[in-house]
Nanobody, 123 residues
Framework: QVQLVESGGGLVQAGDSLSVSCAAS????????MAWFRQAPGKEREFVAG????????YYADAVKGRFTISRDNVKNTVYLQMNSLKPEDTAVYYC????????????????WGQGTQVTVSS
């Protein structure tokens, strides 16, 4: 079992930057691939970014590539999402998720989820 707690969401203006974090507890953190998903009102939850267990490889959705950066600290048991050049269409609840082994983009293949943190980007 692993518990995930997100923090750092908020209200920003278009073009601003924001960082969200996800702290993990309960199991050895570095056995889990980690990912960020987001869900906007009326839309399905979608993959945003993923990072391998060691942090050596990262993956991004096309919509955020070049603007968002995922990273992790296996000593602090924390995964981060740095979001730059934010757009109104980035507005969503952002969730972190964990699964053993490799990163995948499919929502229902993740075993553990945080409660989510709201990110709102005004135009």
């Amino acid at each position: 079992q692993v518990q995930l707690v997100e923090s750092g969401g908020g209200l920003v203006q278009a073009g601003d930057s924001l960082s969200v974090s996800c702290a993990a507890s309960g199991r050895t953190f570095n056995i889990f691939a980690m990912a960020w998903f987001r869900q906007a009102p009326g839309k399905e939850r979608e993959f945003v970014a993923g990072i391998t267990r060691s942090g050596s490889n990262t993956y991004y959705a096309d919509a955020v590539k070049g603007r968002f950066t995922i990273s992790r600290d296996n000593v602090k048991n924390t995964v981060y999402l740095q979001m730059n050049s934010l757009k109104p269409e980035d507005t969503a609840v952002y969730y972190c998720a964990a699964r053993r082994n490799i990163v995948v983009v499919t929502t229902n293949m993740y075993d553990y989820w945080g409660q989510g943190t709201q990110v709102t980007v005004s135009s």
